[in-house]
């Protein structure tokens, strides 16, 4: 299968990626940052671009793991090994019971996205408030000065390197099984128009329902991770739109409509960013400069970059070939 | 809480729903004839803001006197924005143009920072501390301004839609873009003067606001959410809604924070539209612009 | 014979409007039906209320002996009930195949059967050329052929058609006349919902005409034609004659 072709190429570049950061703790960061970023765009964009159904609350799920793993090793002393299913445990069910209550009103469009940004509000104010969990000064990991397997705990930066690059690889894994499987193909029925999928067979209530309780689930264990690998979480940085908003940056300029779009969004960007901020020192610049991108990738390749590259090769391979569309059009008609 | 603290907490939400109920109909204003939603709409705020701010700080102009020449601004800026970016992102996917006026919004707001820096300004001025007192309730003078001029102009916005030509050329397009088209009106000037008077309508609220409230760049960004809380309570493209929704939200807002913490306070519009669109998608006033 | 589907007072209510009254009718297993009635008379309420689309509310819809009225759309397509759309609505995102995939879903869940059986549609339909093109490439026929395609793909015992001639050429709409006729041979009933009594008169052997939501009158496809009170819906007075 083709896919599965491209999602071991992905992989390949991920691990060769990973192989030349381990010269600099500097490149590490970078790939670490883009793998997490790339992770959690494929994990939205499983819901935007393949399920039709536009996210703007995805960072609750960041935020789920990222306070379960937080307040666990601070509160508790749990390890991560309880910490991480607990998180990804209750995002899955915050968004079972989202996705139940919004769909069950066929809340679409941007209704559902503004629904789940109501959620995501709800949960940001509260936690704010909320003495638990730290409120807006947000937790710190406690930290020894050994290295802890137990505790997801490293001085050097590659051991995060290897568990974030496994997350990513993972989740393309996965998307590209259930692309290639009925649910794939229902969820893209469901985007391209839902009432004549569900005239075939389409239950769309449990396909989208599941579709939301995976991408909650890949975003809380990317959360997970940046507890345990950044050692601090607060409202802003886990639960702000920002993040939420960055998920749909990397999504429409990398290109919705294939799975690993959005990793290259992350890819061209993340690093960018990176750049821009450590070379100008313009406050902000790096997001000025992809907010410019986004406006104008948005309005003038709708498809995104990697929709543009592909069409470009599919038609470049199209090409030779001297029957095309018009003759086939036309053997049928005199058929 | 007291009986007198409460009475307080309900003057200020009335006083805050005038003035979210003037930004909010902007908004739906525009989603009303457009079906596009501006997530950039409380950017366009935080400009009349500073527009305000710095016809006061540079010039000593008054905020009240301010208002002629910010609203006028930003109803070009209106104008402009359809022109350039709008116009375009009406013929891409709804996903995309979600992602245009957000892209909109995150570049306005970091110009913002890059050009008047993150520090929060306010106009001071000797009537910003007074107030009339009415037995346990103070009533700030620039509060009563903003919301006596939010009532005088959504007033005169409702005359308009509903007595003038172009009122009834406004509610045509938003009933039927096809059916308006095919009676000869011209349907891209019709967007444009919405996106003006949608946008405008900010040029009235900034420069008052910012004598109540400090401006940052993302002083914005929470007004937007408010706005599309506001007109979905109420019914999304429907001008009796947005009354409605804002007097909900501003009095929910005001007593929670009266009663709880200020977190709450600020979640307490968004649990309510969890409610609604969970109870009545369709808003509590479902009735649209067009009727 | 037992009737496949069976309406039993079917009624239709929006708000206080009432789109649909007291219809009842019956469809035998291997017979292509026709719903007939002039423009607004409620024809696609209740194709709508068949498909799931609607739920009536009112009366009892019987399909293989077993209620459906009221159950959604999905659960009406796995027990063999599936319907097209007049305005075609393809998967634009999608190839041919992909589209008919989608449908075949229904019957096979493993991906390598499901594709076998799009194939097997697709060159039933003489479609198998375009089995690699975007759907969004077809045109107005070729749609409409897609959207039997991905309907026969579910592997229905009752086949809902809306309008499906609606747009086509005299020789587009022969040949699609001649793929509808050949369905109750190969176990599939067919309702369709037509305007151009010719067509009727060529394609089905039992119709029902219905005016402002009420049953006007149901038996074979002649009588139904020519009961002067149809006659008299269609053209607004008595003494018109349907034909041509």
């Known amino acids: 299968m083709s896919g599965f072709r491209t999602v071991a190429i992905v992989a390949a570049l991920v691990v060769a990626a990973f192989l030349l950061a381990l010269s600099d703790r500097y490149y590490m960061d970078v790939f670490i940052l883009t793998c997490f970023y790339g992770a959690l765009a494929v994990s939205w964009n499983m819901m935007a671009g393949l399920t039709g159904l536009m996210s703007l609350g995805h960072a609750l799920f960041v935020g789920i793991g990222a306070y379960s793993v937080a307040w666990g090793a601070s509160v508790q002393g749990w390890p991560p090994l309880v910490t991480w299913p607990m998180g990804v445990v209750i995002a899955v069910a915050a968004a079972a019971v ?56 490293f001085f050097d930066k590659w051991p995060y390197g290897l568990i974030i690059g496994t997350v990513l690889i993972a989740t393309l894994a996965i998307g590209q099984y259930l692309l290639t499987s009925r649910t794939g193909y229902y969820w893209r029925a469901l985007r391209d128009n839902e009432e004549a999928a569900e005239a075939l067979g389409v239950n769309a209530r449990a396909y989208k329902l599941r579709c939301f309780m995976l991408s909650a689930g890949i975003s809380a264990v990317c959360g997970a ?56 020192a313009m406050q902000g610049s790096e997001i000025i400069a992809y907010a410019v991108l986004l406006v104008v990738l948005a309005l003038i ?22 029957e095309g569309f018009a003759s086939v059009a036309a053997a049928e008609k005199s058929a | 809480m007291t009986f007198g603290i409460f009475l307080q907490a309900v003057v200020s939400g009335l006083a805050n729903a005038s003035i979210y109920a003037l930004i909010a109909v902007g908004l739906t204003l525009v989603f009303g004839v457009m079906r596009i939603i501006n997530f950039a709409h409380g950017e366009f705020l935080m400009i009349a803001m500073y527009g305000g701010f710095f016809a006061w700080s540079l010039f000593g102009v008054d905020p009240v006197m301010a208002i002629l020449i910010v609203t006028p601004l930003l109803a070009l800026l209106g104008m402009a924005l359809y022109g350039g970016i709008v116009r375009l992102a009406l013929k891409v996917p709804e996903i995309n143009q979600m992602a245009v006026t957000l892209g909109l919004s995150l570049l306005l707001q970091h110009l913002a920072l890059v050009l008047f820096s993150g520090d929060n300004m306010l106009v001071t001025q000797p009537r910003s501390t007074a107030g009339i007192v009415l037995g346990p309730v103070v009533i700030q003078v620039t509060h009563l301004i903003a919301c006596g001029a939010s009532l005088l102009l959504l007033g005169l916005i409702y005359l308009i839609l509903r007595r003038t030509d172009f009122g009834l050329v406004m509610r045509a397009v938003a009933q039927s873009r096809d059916g308006a088209a095919l009676s000869g009106i011209d349907i891209a000037s019709v967007y444009k003067w919405a996106m003006a008077v949608g946008v405008g309508t900010l040029g009235v609220t900034g420069p008052l606001l910012v004598s109540i409230l400090y401006v940052n760049p993302h002083v914005g960004a929470l007004f937007t959410l408010k706005a599309f809380v506001i007109v979905i309570v109420g019914g999304l493209g429907s001008f009796g809604g947005v009354l409605v929704g804002a007097l909900i939200v501003g009095l929910a807002e005001s007593i929670a924070g009266a009663w709880f913490s200020a977190s709450i306070a600020a979640a307490v519009p968004f649990a309510i539209l969890i409610l609604v669109l969970l109870l009545r998608p369709e808003g509590l006033m479902n009735r649209s612009l067009a009727r | 014979m037992t009737a496949l589907l069976e309406l039993k007072n079917v009624g239709k209510a929006f708000g206080g409007l009432k789109a649909l009254s007291d219809v009842s009718f019956s469809v035998a297993p291997d017979e292509i039906f026709a719903i007939i009635g002039p423009n607004g008379a409620g024809k696609t309420t209740l194709f709508n209320c068949i498909a799931g689309a609607l739920a009536p509310t009112q009366g009892e819809i019987l399909f293989q002996g077993r209620r459906i009225d009221g159950r959604p759309p999905h659960e009406i397509c796995a027990q063999g009930l599936v319907r097209t759309f007049q305005i075609v609505k393809p998967f634009r995102g999608m190839t041919v195949l992909e589209n008919v995939k989608v449908a075949a879903f229904a019957r096979h869940p493993r991906p390598r059967d499901a594709e076998a059986a799009a194939h097997r549609v697709l060159a039933h339909l003489g479609m198998e050329a375009f ?9 107005v026929a070729q749609m409409r052929r897609l959207e039997i395609a991905r309907a026969l793909a579910t592997e229905p015992k009752l086949l809902l058609l809306d309008e499906m001639l609606a747009g086509l050429t005299p020789a587009e709409s022969a040949a699609m006349c001649d793929l509808i006729r050949a369905l109750p041979r190969q176990g599939i009933a067919v309702i369709v919902v037509e305007h151009s009594i010719p067509v009727v008169r060529s394609l089905c052997e039992r119709a029902v005409a219905i005016t402002f939501g009420e049953v006007l009158a149901e038996g074979t496809t002649e009588e139904v034609i020519d009961d002067p009170r149809v006659q008299e819906a269609y053209l607004g007075r008595a003494d018109a004659k349907v034909d041509a």
Not at chain 1, 241 to 254: E, F, P, R, T
Not at chain 1, 304 to 322: F, M, N, Q, V
Request: with cysteine; glycine share 8%.
């Open chain 1, 98 to 153: 989202m996705g139940m209550l919004c769909f069950r009103y066929g809340l679409r469009g941007y209704f559902f996205a503004i629904a789940t940004l109501a959620f995501n509000e709800v949960a940001f104010f509260s936690v704010s408030a909320s003495v638990a969990l730290g409120r807006s000064d947000g937790l710190i990991l406690p930290t020894s000065s050994e290295d802890s397997v137990m505790m997801l705990q």
């Open chain 1, 225 to 280: 991770f940046y507890a345990n690998y950044v050692a601090f979480v607060d409202p802003r940085s886990v639960l702000g739109i920002d993040l939420s908003i960055q998920m749909l940056v990397y999504s429409i300029i990398g290109g919705m409509a294939l799975l690993w779009g959005p990793l290259l969004g992350a890819v061209l960007l993340v690093p960018f960013s990176v750049l821009l901020r450590n070379i100008s």
């Open chain 3, 131 to 139: 089995a690699e093109t975007d759907a969004d490439e077809l045109n």
């Open chain 1, 301 to 322: 390749l709708p498809q995104g970059i990697a929709g543009w590259l592909t069409a470009r090769w599919r038609r470049r391979k199209a090409a030779p070939r001297p």
